[in-house]
């Protein structure tokens, strides 16, 4: 959960991780030589896109899985696609989730490129096939079509991986557009609206919650913490990388 105290019934948050326990058969296993059935993105380069900052804070900060001793992460070597299912999209949408995309993408070097509009619905199943390689939905939904938006809770995010691998395939974000929009109409509401898209976009690459009051990954929101705390920067930063998926 993420909200923004009693006075707001904003914000957020649920986190999604769906860890797939689904073993590849023996058959596909040898097939793909032991490895875990994801292709190479045909836009993947050999070197990452780009590097993480060199962070000066350091703060608390938690990652959603872990696989021996390191984050599970995206790819920093290749983009990660997104499309968008703007059904209940808020006023300036377009531009609030390009802001936040732009701001992960400062802290961690990861890419992402927008593919598009779809009118795909927000599903737990979404990237229950191990090596999915769906792009990452972000759907501006509300409690009628995802129970889990009901209360307080204005978006869920999360990614997937497969069992064992350091390397998520896919995610989702879901945004609860008519409470978003109650908050865009209060003082400050962009930036407050901004920063519940940027920490589902957070737990989108990887970082779980902090018990901590002024990081913006703290499962429940504050005013005026609507940016990246230290100890979020400094998670963000370990998320990107400069090591490639091998394929
Ligand atoms: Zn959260």
Do not use: K, N, T
């Given at each position: 959960m993420f909200s923004l105290g009693r006075r707001a019934t904003a914000a957020v948050t649920?986190?999604?991780?769906?860890?797939?326990?689904v073993s590849l058969a023996p058959t596909i296993e040898a097939r793909l030589g032991g490895g875990i059935g994801f292709d190479r993105p045909?836009?993947?380069?050999?070197?990452?896109l780009a590097l993480p900052p060199q962070v000066q804070t350091t703060g608390p900060h938690e990652f959603l899985r872990e696989v021996d001793g390191e984050p599970v992460r995206?790819?920093?070597?290749?983009p990660i696609h997104v499309v968008v299912n703007p059904r209940t999209a808020i006023e300036g949408a377009d531009e609030m989730l390009q802001q936040a995309l732009d701001s992960v993408t400062a802290a961690t070097g990861l890419t992402f490129v927008q593919d598009g509009v779809t009118d795909e619905a927000p599903s737990d199943?979404?990237?229950?096939?191990?090596g999915s390689q769906d792009p990452v939905l972000i759907a501006w939904s509300d409690p009628d079509e995802v129970?889990?938006?009901?209360?307080?809770?204005a978006g869920i995010g999360g990614s997937v991986s497969t069992r064992?691998?350091?390397?998520?395939?896919t995610g989702a974000v879901t945004l609860d557009g008519p409470q978003l929009a109650d908050v865009l109409r209060r003082p400050g509401g962009w930036v407050s609206a901004r920063g519940v898209v940027l920490h589902e976009l957070g737990h989108l690459v990887g970082l779980g919650h902090v018990?901590?009051?002024?990081?913006?990954?703290?499962p429940r929101g504050r005013p005026g913490i609507d940016d990246w705390g230290p100890g979020d920067r400094e998670g963000l930063a370990a998320l990107g990388g400069d090591a490639c998926r091998e394929y």
């Open positions: 649920m986190v999604v991780v769906v860890i797939l326990g045909v836009d993947a380069s050999a070197e990452p995206y790819d920093p070597c290749a199943q979404r990237g229950s096939v191990p129970e889990a938006l009901e209360g307080s809770v064992g691998s350091p390397w998520f395939d018990d901590a009051e002024d990081e913006l990954m703290a």
